[in-house]
């Protein structure tokens, strides 16, 4: 239990809080829904998103009479309780005879939330919850809420709105008009390829240091902690060897075998139990072959991890994967997790197929240095185009950029910050 002081003296100094901080507006709005559930990876600014909001709300005219904002990972908030949150309601009620919006940001740390949830949804309340932790990780979140919200994903940040957080306009028509410029803009993608888009991370000098504490943060407090895994030495090889393998379809046998060739002992049930675990910590995303049947899809996907500071730290020489890593992310912040990105594997290999835009993507570091690395990549891209509709083939490079006519069609070499820019 909390006192109802001690909660209102927390919710008047979360207003400060959210009106303290510069916000840059991010891909993803909350405006399109009343009731509206945020997942993903822990420290992805899912709270900024909130802070923006509220921002918005409050320069629209609306006042805080209007809007409750509270965070659950507040210390003073401890021992608080499902009996507890009701008084959420009664605290604003002493303060402001108007129905508030409720922004609840961390609400899967109090036990029952989701019964205060499907509550506030069915009285018609404006409710924005955010939740960081396998279970509202999970893709039961709709169910266990009951269909009342409508979840949205949110991911690191994208190359846009890294360049706007360290002060750059993507939009500007001049950003590559002078060598000093370019040079600029290269400097800042080589910083987002090597160390990625944790927003926290984006202005730090030193981020090595942040991506370590926060993946140890992931791997023992969102998996091994929470589903009681004893075995964390083989949880730690799964993820090297995993990082280790980004281009690589990978199935649950060899990836046992993988994991056992370092003479771990661990059974199949097991590493598919810990794959599972990590895409519900949004540690991992999968994308399905879309040649396979369903069946296949499931269990013989390619990995990627949810940014590339993360691979940064397991793997070494591996700027490749980090390339293929970078474009992964951004085909699926762009077209979303659910059915909608796709690699194809059978008899040819493509990296990645949109069906919604038609659009075949092979991923290659260059292209320009090897005769038989161009003619595999641009192969695949014709072969493609005869058994799947292609109206777009793309080759996205680190830094090189051309138009290649083959067999009548025409590929796209871009390289990989024009391709995240457009």
């Known amino acids: 239990m909390i006192s109802k002081e001690n909660l209102l003296e927390v919710m008047l100094e979360n207003r400060e809080e959210v009106m303290r901080h510069k916000v840059i507006p991010r891909y993803i709005t909350i405006d399109?829904?009343?009731?509206?559930?945020?997942?993903?990876?822990?420290?992805?600014?899912?709270?900024?998103?909130?802070?923006?909001?509220?921002?918005?709300?409050?320069?629209?005219?609306?006042?805080?009479?209007?809007?409750?904002y509270l965070n659950f990972e507040d210390e003073r908030l401890t021992g608080m309780d499902i009996s507890d949150l009701n008084s959420i309601l009664e605290v604003h009620a002493?303060?402001?005879?108007?129905?508030?919006?409720?922004?609840?940001d961390e609400i899967q740390n109090i036990e029952g939330w989701e019964k205060f949830a499907r509550r506030v949804a069915d009285n018609k309340y404006?409710?924005?919850i955010t939740g960081s932790n396998a279970k509202m990780l999970s893709t039961d979140v709709a169910a266990t809420l009951g269909g009342r919200y409508l979840t949205k994903e949110v991911f690191p940040l994208s190359f846009k709105e890294y360049l706007a957080i360290t002060g750059i306009d993507s939009e500007d028509k001049f950003l590559t008009a002078t060598t000093e410029r370019r040079a600029l803009l290269m400097r800042q993608f080589e910083e987002y390829f090597q160390f990625g888009g944790f927003p926290e991370c984006a202005t730090l000098p030193v981020k090595r240091d942040y991506l370590t504490s926060l993946y140890q943060k992931i791997f023992l407090g969102d998996i091994a902690a929470r589903h009681r895994i004893d075995n964390i030495f083989a949880l730690r090889v799964l993820f090297k060897k995993l990082a280790e393998s980004v281009m690589h379809?990978?199935?649950?046998?060899?990836?046992?075998?993988?994991?056992?060739?370092?003479?771990v002992k661990i059974g199949k049930p097991t590493v598919i139990n810990y794959?599972?675990?990590?895409?519900?910590?949004?540690?991992?995303?999968s994308i399905p072959n879309i040649a396979d049947n369903l069946t296949e899809r499931v269990s013989n996907p390619k990995y990627y991890f949810i940014d590339n500071g993360i691979?940064?730290?397991?793997?070494?020489?591996?700027?490749?994967?980090?390339?293929?890593?970078?474009?992964?992310?951004?085909?699926?912040?762009r077209y979303g997790t659910k059915d909608?990105?796709?690699?194809?594997?059978?008899?040819?290999?493509?990296?990645?197929?949109?069906?919604?835009?038609?659009?075949?993507?092979?991923?290659s570091y260059t292209i320009s240095t090897s005769n038989e690395t161009f003619e595999r990549e641009t192969k695949a891209l014709v072969k493609i185009g005869e058994r799947l509709p292609v109206q777009r083939r793309i080759i996205i490079t680190y830094d090189e950029e051309s138009i290649i006519e083959k067999d009548n069609h025409?590929?796209?070499?871009?390289?990989?910050?024009?391709f995240l820019l457009t």
């Open 311 to 333: 691979i940064s730290l397991l793997a070494l020489d591996i700027r490749s994967s980090l390339l293929e890593n970078l474009i992964a992310l951004a085909l699926i912040r």
């Open 126 to 128: 404006h409710v924005v």
């Open 275 to 285: 794959l599972e675990y990590s895409r519900n910590a949004y540690l991992l995303l």
């Open 32 to 68: 399109d829904f009343d009731r509206q559930v945020l997942v993903g990876v822990r420290r992805a600014g899912k709270s900024y998103i909130l802070y923006g909001q509220i921002q918005k709300l409050i320069a629209s005219g609306k006042t805080w009479d209007e809007i409750l």
């Open 249 to 263: 379809p990978l199935s649950f046998s060899r990836a046992t075998n993988i994991v056992a060739s370092t003479g």
């Open 410 to 418: 025409s590929i796209e070499v871009m390289p990989a910050w024009k």
């Open 340 to 363: 909608a990105v796709y690699h194809y594997n059978h008899g040819i290999e493509v990296d990645f197929y949109i069906p919604e835009s038609e659009t075949a993507i092979q991923v």
């Open 94 to 104: 002493r303060i402001s005879d108007k129905r508030p919006m409720l922004f609840l």
